[in-house]
């Protein structure tokens, strides 16, 4: 057979032609790439599927942006099950969204793109001095995301049209002045109450387990007491990091690329501006914006009759708490420095002009450019190092994306060993002893990844000690490890945890203790409220609840008004008990007009964020929207205690 194929080539080719390329049509790249994704199926919306491998792929994206955005951010609570689970619900959202934007018929034209584009800041700094896009810098930046300009113009025309489904629901929500006042005096008002506490610890003070308790709690909770499976492993990391180590420029190179980007490498030209801000949010009423810019312009006009009176103007007038006690002193800044168009004003006029009035999303703004300090032209001396990081970034860039394919087939078809990859493209073998099933506390890298460690403990790579498959833990940065040696999961003896045992007995007794006599007071305590003992009465409420628990309030705030004073019993857990009775309801502390205005401005957000939440529920249901995994169960503080203590 395989002779036949040799002999006759053009023949195989012209036949396998015929097989694939109906596939494309049918179903385009995209329906074919799914056709070989063997990936379970997570969710559905308008019976469109979205693969596991979708799911983990938008969660790298949104942890990459996370940690870009936040760099002192805990990696391991990005990779946490609440995390991803939050990943995907907002990729079943935007599909959702999709899928309205489309029966609507809703889009984005090019010009709306462009304008997103352009203020885009990422992009906006692309740009050269004469305004035009640095194309080659704007296709980098895209590859280095794993994404070409058609695909990144595609998503944002995507979210452009998306966005336009709950505009109509968004733009249009209010709420009287009187309803919000009704439901914020109603949800902050406060009420007097007594409390009687139960602590565990108080109990658990009185208990002295026998060795026979200790024992039987321990065979009722084997699991609570086991040390988990641990491994020794060793794993290599292919990244751009990596390859730049090992890329050496040559001096002509380094010349010929400052001749190529010496204006787009030196320092930026800097300006020094005084304004004047009339503040007016672009979410503010018409009139009172109009308002805002009328006194703008009797301003500008004011300082442009008398240049020399605009920092005592900006200091009795300015709506700037930074800038208004320096006279409107803004002190140096580049052009990326400041929103648009405060920057674009300020950077086209003339040292000592003073500008017309500049709206920005701030309100209204009067300019006056006091100085410019004009960037020295660095010598190819002086910017070599830098110049030599940037060449060898887009090398190592480039040598990644062209042997990231030969990194993934080596580890699978050598998988018996990372050493020949290792050898082949320059690798260092890492090592790590006590490797666990999920990421111990503070970990970082490799080995704080789900997804690598998940691949690690799989049971082909357990049994075989094969490597595993190449793994992307983030972006442009792959790993592949095996297990040199394993230990399964076991449970410690009763003699190497007997403290803990006791301690965890004390703890569900004394709770349990504490809850027993809790609610025998209760009961007593309603049948003859004279015989009750409190502590001393104080007011909460939910803005106000004096350092007591959120479940205690939360009880007070529940009691039936009309049937004061009223009992109740709140279980608080592994910290035992509390019994409040509420006195009486008092109403809240009046508030400035001011704070009442921001008060109901918020009330109206929450309100429209109910109705917008209210709209797209509504089409979850109608595009069929359904999430196949369960949703994590958050783990309560005495159930992370408990768990924490082995």
Known sequence: MFDFIRKHTKITMGFLFLLIVPSFILFGMDGYNKSQDKSPVVAKVDGQEILQSEWDLAHLREVDKLKASMPSLDAKLLDS???????????????????????????????????????????????????????????????????????????????????????GVMGSGFASNAAADTALN????????????????DYAAKLNPTDADLEAFYKANANLFQAPEQATIEYVLFDVETIKKSIKVAEADLKTYFDQNAQRLSAKEERRASHILIASPKSAPDADRQKAKARATELAALVKKSPDTFADVARKNSQDPGSAPTGGDLDFFPRDAMVKPFSDAAFVMKKGDISDVV???????????????????????????????????????????ETVEGFTNSVYEQADSLKPTADRLGLDIKTATGVTRNPAPGMTGALAS???????????????????????????QLVSGRITQYTPARTKPLAEVKDIVRQRWLDQRGA???????????????????????????????DQPQKQPLQLVDAALRADATALPAFAGIDLGAQGYAIVNVLKVLPRDASLEATAKQERSQYTQWWTAAESLAYYNVLKERFKAEIKVAKPIRIKADQLQATTTQ
Not at 186 to 201: G, L, V
Not at 450 to 459: E, G
């Open 512 to 542: 349990e203790e504490a809850r027993k006599d809790g609610m025998a007071k209760l009961a007593a305590w309603k049948a003859a409220p004279a015989s009750a003992v409190l502590a001393e009465t104080l007011s909460v409420s939910r």
């Open 81 to 167: 099950p609440e995390a991803r689970y939050a990943t995907l619900e907002s990729l079943v959202r935007d599909r959702v969204l999709t899928a309205a934007a489309i029966k609507s018929k809703l889009g984005a034209s090019d010009e709306r793109l462009a304008r997103e584009l352009q203020d885009t800041p990422e992009i906006a700094s692309l740009r050269r001095a004469d305004g035009t896009l640095d194309m080659e810098r704007y296709r980098q930046l895209l590859s280095s995301q794993g994404m070409t300009p058609d695909m990144f113009e595609a998503n944002v025309r995507t979210d452009l049209s998306n966005r336009q489904v709950l505009l």
């Open 450 to 476: 789900a997804k690598f460690l998940n691949a690690l403990f799989a049971p082909d790579t357990i049994e075989k000690k094969r490597n595993t498959e190449a793994v992307e833990v983030a972006s442009n």
């Open 359 to 401: 709206e920005s999303e701030f309100g209204y703004h009067i300019i006056k450019l006091t100085d410019i300090k004009t960037p020295k032209q660095r010598s190819f001396e002086e910017m070599k190092p830098e110049l030599e990081a940037d060449v060898k970034k887009q090398q190592a860039q480039k040598k990644f994306t």
């Open 186 to 201: 109603a949800y902050f008002e406060k009420r007097e109450i007594q409390i009687a506490r139960f602590a565990s610890a």
